[in-house]
Structure formats: structure tokens, C-alpha cells
């Protein structure tokens, strides 16, 4: 959870949502992610990484190859849609 939340203060049915620099969307919390073909994607880990980089092998989740990406000349990081669970 994000700095000074607890399960308490954040609420059912909301996601906490950190941004890596030169990473993927850490998500926790009850949450759908949407993909960019509008595919909704499931989970039930506590914590979910999405891609941002757009080279994942494993889209919308992270496989760690924005490591391998020249920062300079890689593709520009994009930032999914996601939904709350319901």
C-alpha cells in the first residue's frame, strides 16, 4: 500500500497504483486491468505489474524486458486503462 494508507483507510474495492520510473504499474489492491484491444485481464495476486514499455511477452503484465530497452531510442512507455473489479 501506498505511504501512510492501510486496508482500513483505502477502502473495499480500490486499488493503490505506484508508477516505477523506467518500470511497470505496481497495482494493488481488487482491480481489472484493461488492455488496449479492451481485453479485461483478471488476477488475484495481491500486487500486479502491467507493462508500460509495450514490449512485454506477457502483455498487459510485465516480464521485466523494459531492462533490455535503449532509454533513448526504446518505445515510449504507455499506461494501460484498468477498471476496478466489481
Known sequence: MGRGM?????????????VCPDGPLLIRGDHVVQAADGSLHETTRPVSAVCRCGT???????????????????????????????
Do not use: F, M, N
Not at 6 to 18: K, L
Not at 75 to 85: D, M
Open 6 to 18: 492501510s486496508a482500513s483507510t483505502r477502502g473495499p474495492g480500490r486499488a493503490d497504483v505506484v
Open 56 to 86: 512485454s511477452s506477457i502483455a498487459p503484465w510485465c516480464d521485466g524486458s523494459h531492462r533490455l530497452l535503449d532509454r533513448a531510442t526504446g518505445p515510449a512507455p504507455t499506461t494501460p486503462t484498468s477498471k476496478e473489479a466489481p
